[in-house]
Every structure is written in structure tokens, then in C-alpha cells.
């Protein structure tokens, strides 16, 4: 079965931090770009950040640059994305997606111009005091 599964969300206060991961099962996740995107109630989904397929190139959306970091063990097929100084406004579900890395950009994941070939259930993140 194909399948991504994210954890590690929670409730964090405002300059805090939580590591989320996205483990992979079924394929190799070292064959795809890996995007994590966010998306908070009554607001459309945002790409977050991406590890290309290829070299392992990151890619972040302005408003996390900076403080997340993502990263990839292919020993575990899993992907991470650290998230620190955490503002209220990054409360969100989060996500993370797969996307064949032929004929695909991380850039253009993380500026939503492609479908992705799969998706995790998401994983609650809260910032809050």
C-alpha cells in the first residue's frame, strides 16, 4: 500500500518548537519531491516547504524562511520539517504530499503549480499562549 502518514504535531506556545515527520510506505520517497503545506480554517492551502527528489535542494515559502527546516532520511524513508520561533499564524493542519520528481520543480510544489501524486491524513499543529 501507498501511504504517508504525518506526526508530531500538538499544542506549542508562541517562539516554541515542534519537528513534524512524514513517514513514507509503499514507494521510495527518495524518487519524489516531498512538500509540506499547511492549511488553517477557512483559508486555502499553502505550500510550506520541499526537498527535491534529486540533490535533496530545499525550498521554503517566505513566510517560514528562516525558522522551518526540512530534511529527508532515506534510511527511514521519512521526511522532517523542524519549526521553530512558531507564531500563532502557523497554526494549521500540515500536511506532507508526494510528487514524482520527473518533469517537476520543488519550486513549483511549494508554489501549488502541480497535483500531488499523494497525500498524508495532516497532523494539527496549535501555536497558542
Known amino acids: 500500500q501507498v501511504q504517508l502518514v504525518e506526526s508530531g504535531g500538538g499544542l506549542v506556545q508562541p517562539g516554541g518548537s515542534l519537528r513534524l515527520s512524514c513517514a513514507a510506505s509503499?514507494?521510495?520517497?527518495?524518487?519524489?519531491?516531498i512538500g509540506w503545506f499547511r492549511q488553517a480554517p477557512g483559508k486555502e492551502r499553502e505550500g510550506v516547504s520541499c526537498?527535491?527528489?534529486?540533490?535533496?535542494?530545499?525550498y521554503y515559502a517566505d513566510s517560514v524562511k528562516g525558522r522551518f527546516t526540512i530534511s529527508r532520511d532515506n534510511a527511514k524513508n521519512t521526511v522532517y520539517l523542524q519549526m521553530n520561533s512558531l507564531k500563532p499564524e502557523d497554526t494549521a493542519v500540515y500536511y506532507c504530499?508526494?510528487?514524482?520528481?520527473?518533469?517537476?520543480?520543488?519550486?513549483?510544489?511549494?508554489?501549488?503549480?502541480?497535483?500531488?501524486?499523494?497525500w498524508g491524513k495532516g497532523t494539527l499543529v496549535t501555536v497558542s499562549s
Open positions: 526537498i527535491s527528489s534529486s540533490h535533496g535542494s530545499t
Open positions: 509503499g514507494f521510495a520517497l527518495d524518487y519524489y519531491h
Open positions: 504530499a508526494a510528487r514524482g520528481g520527473y518533469g517537476s520543480s520543488c519550486l513549483g510544489v511549494i508554489e501549488n503549480r502541480y497535483g500531488m501524486d499523494y
